[in-house]
């Protein structure tokens, strides 16, 4: 039987300002590295380069795109090489990559329903994630499709509704919606009087006032241990990690010494597999990044999953190439 050869394919990077990235670690960069090697043509570049023009035909997206020739293993700002810009419709790319980092504000909103515009009919699916996806899977509240795989939480803006559900948690953390890598997740208690002025002033400040959404997260001690890193792609695992808080923290930021470290998944962890797969099928994510703390769904990452270059570090496996090959098949 002859060998499946990988198509190569004409893609489109759209990621953060170029100044902003953390060019050696970013997984966009590595994956756009990998895409190089295997011979695809690649093209970056930012929001800021997106228009949609309407010129009385058809509704037409634009991007002045820099072509990506060759890129050296330390993927350092200036270890790129590029080629001419030039102006596409977004349809010409077999696949367009959003990857841009939360927050998932308005700015965030207004580019996938744009990309959305030029992206139609059968050039949808050509937009990782689907544009669909992307605007109904709220990274914190998407574990609630399935109450099985959640920890026991609420989303509201009320003071009232807060304190009461605080007070059956007793300890708990506080989530903004919008936000990723634990930015303003903090742990919040309930369980003395005078715990209260200060629970209420940290939701208060999380909410706006109480008047924006936020998540109240029962508290699971298992954090201290880690928390569980599964990389899907097109609904299939594809590696898992432990990612390590620093001794005495409950959060995990890998700027601030969370490290990562090979992790074989628990019994509970595999129990959650076909109940993460589900909502992964059902939504036709392709590339998605779930976390698990005590073997329950903590974040569900499908906006721009990341941590596959320290995973391959870990791991010793060029995962970018099974990633790739896997969205080309």
Aim: with cysteine.
């Amino acid at each position: 039987m002859a060998k499946k050869t990988t198509p190569k394919l004409k893609v489109l990077w759209i990621t953060d300002k170029w100044a902003s990235l953390d060019h050696p670690r970013d997984t966009s960069l590595r994956l756009m590295e990998e895409s190089l090697k295997m011979g695809w043509q690649c093209w970056w570049c930012s929001s800021a380069d997106l228009s949609l023009q309407n010129d009385g035909i058809k509704v037409r997206v634009r991007a002045r795109a820099d072509q990506v020739k060759s890129v050296s293993e330390d993927r350092s700002a200036s270890s790129f090489q590029w080629g001419d810009s030039q102006v596409f419709e977004i349809a010409q790319f077999d696949q367009v990559h959003l990857r841009i980092d939360p927050p998932v504000d308005h700015r965030y909103i207004h580019l996938v329903q744009l990309l959305n515009f030029g992206l139609t009919g059968k050039h949808q699916r050509k937009l990782v994630n689907p544009a669909m996806a992307l605007l109904t899977l709220n990274e914190k509240m998407t574990p609630f499709l399935d109450p099985k795989i959640a920890p026991q939480a609420m989303v509201a803006c009320d003071w009232e509704n807060l304190l009461k559900q605080g007070q059956i948690f007793q300890t708990a953390v506080s989530k903004p919606l919008h936000q990723a890598q634990s930015k303003g997740v903090e742990k919040v208690s309930f369980k003395e009087l005078n715990d209260l002025d200060a629970s209420r002033k940290e939701l208060g400040f999380l909410s706006n006032q109480f008047s924006e959404l936020i998540m109240l997260q029962q508290f699971l001690p298992g954090i201290t241990a880690g928390e569980t890193r599964i990389w899907f792609v097109d609904g299939k695992v594809l590696a898992t990690v432990r990612k390590i808080p620093q001794a005495g923290e409950f959060k995990i930021d890998m700027d601030r010494g969370s490290t990562v470290q090979a992790h074989t998944l628990t019994k509970e962890e595999k129990k959650q597999i076909p109940k993460i797969q589900k909502i992964l099928n059902a939504n036709q994510v392709r590339l998605a990044a779930i976390d698990l703390i005590d073997g329950r769904v903590s974040d569900f990452n499908v906006t721009s999953p990341g941590l596959i270059v320290q995973m391959e570090k870990v791991l010793g496996r060029n995962l970018a190439i099974e990633v790739l090959r896997g969205l080309a098949g």
